[in-house]
């Protein structure tokens, strides 16, 4: 039997087949420009990738064309959709209201709808690809698993905004995201270093396209940089980072008069290493052309590490000490030179990359620091699906392999 994990987004649904009772990954795939013309969908069997064109002009159709993919008869993975018993869903945002991840009923809908105003580019599209799972797959149950539950652990020091108190009322707080990866790369790293994950003071350096670092102290998130929205914090591939709100008031107000929506555009969309760099929201083009001389990207680069690297200390600092570094996601996994320029003068933390080893790792799990130094530096490549698939196997009673292995 297995169990399919969906990523629904915005113009893409990403998805992972897996054997409930190995968890062997038994297809994957996604189809990207929902709605959009040209639209395709990509997929993987024993190794074998294939693109095609599909017509999908709406999740519903896009997930039509992902199970005819998986029931193909020369490339699928599926005799019969039968053979699916159960369906794992991330999902951005619970709020405060749901703190773990849920079997999928009508009251879990309601949540997520209800929260569809945090995020607004995430939420509603996570609830398409369960409302369309439900179509196609009406006798499995569904598990919705959120980004924000992890971080329901934060005390109210950190999670509070300095706002009149009746701000916290209408929901306006630091929630975090990424808490799915954060999950699995706190326990992998432990296990790496062989130790009790709730022995350990870690910061977790999440370093994609979006961009977050948390402070995880006995196995439990303590403070972290992105806060009501994901707009909050590091600078990011689109996205401003920590940005004064008189900026954001000026925007509005002053010369450039942007209407609230301009604004968000702005900020989102036009911000982060492409604003910084006027190059390209990449890493990879950044850090390229910063070593051919160009001065922006240079300056967005070492603003980027920078802006890391001061969240590294300061949560060092509110944990009373580091035992251990972890990066993570598309940057941090394959980008020595990002990494290198985060840990550069950390030493007073016990944190000294080995130059040569933080050179050769590139989306390799392993230590990158000096044998010799004080505080471990790990790289752990990330695996959200992986925390999907056992929360909906315990939640379901599925193959019972998630309440034995590590999260």
């Known amino acids: 039997m297995s169990v399919l994990v969906i990523n629904s987004g915005s113009s893409s649904i990403k998805f992972r087949l897996y054997d409930s009772h190995t968890e062997e990954e038994l297809a994957s795939g996604a189809v990207f420009r929902i709605g959009e013309g040209g639209s395709y969908l990509e997929y993987c069997r024993h190794g074998d990738n294939h693109i095609c064109d599909v017509e999908t002009p709406d999740h519903a159709a896009a997930l039509d064309r992902v199970v005819q993919v998986l029931l193909d008869k020369k490339q699928g993975a599926l005799a019969s959709l039968a053979e699916i018993e159960a369906v794992g869903h991330r999902v951005v945002h619970g709020g405060s209201v749901i703190t773990e991840s849920v079997l999928v009923d009508d009251a879990a809908i309601g949540v997520i709808e209800d929260h569809n105003w945090l995020a607004p580019l995430h939420n509603p599209f996570n609830l398409m690809g369960i409302l369309e799972c439900r179509r196609l797959l009406p006798d499995a149950p569904q598990v919705a698993v959120f980004d924000t539950s992890f971080h329901q652990t934060l005390p109210p020091r950190a999670y509070r905004y300095t706002l009149p108190d009746y701000y916290e009322r209408y929901g306006v707080r630091r929630y975090g995201f990424h808490g799915i990866s954060f999950r699995y790369v706190s326990q992998r790293a432990a296990e790496i270093l062989g130790t009790n994950l709730e022995a350990l003071r870690m910061v977790a350096c999440h370093l994609g396209n979006g961009v977050s670092v948390t402070a995880i102290k006995n196995g439990r998130s303590v403070d972290t940089s992105m806060g009501m929205s994901p707009l909050e914090g590091l600078i990011m591939g689109t996205r401003c980072g920590d940005t004064d709100p008189g900026v954001v008031l000026f925007m509005m107000s002053g010369p450039p008069n942007l209407s609230p929506q301009e604004a968000t555009d702005v900020l989102y969309h036009e911000s982060g290493l492409l604003g910084l760099s006027g190059v390209s929201k990449d890493v990879r083009d950044v850090v390229e052309r910063a070593g051919e001389g160009d001065e922006r990207c240079q300056l967005a680069i070492e603003t980027y590490a920078y802006r890391i690297k001061k969240y590294v200390a300061a949560y060092a600092g509110a944990m009373g000490g580091i035992d251990v570094l972890v990066f993570t996601a598309g940057v941090g996994e394959n980008s020595a030179e990002v990494r290198a320029a985060v840990c550069d003068g950390l030493g007073f933390l016990g944190i000294e990359l080995d130059c040569q080893i933080n ?43 998630g309440s034995a292995r590590p999260e």
């Open 359 to 401: 050179e050769a790792t590139h989306g390799s799990a392993g230590s990158i620091g000096l044998s010799t130094a004080e505080t471990p530096v790990l790289v752990v490549p990330t695996n959200e699906e992986i925390v999907i698939l056992r929360d909906t196997l315990v939640l379901t009673g599925g193959a019972g392999i």
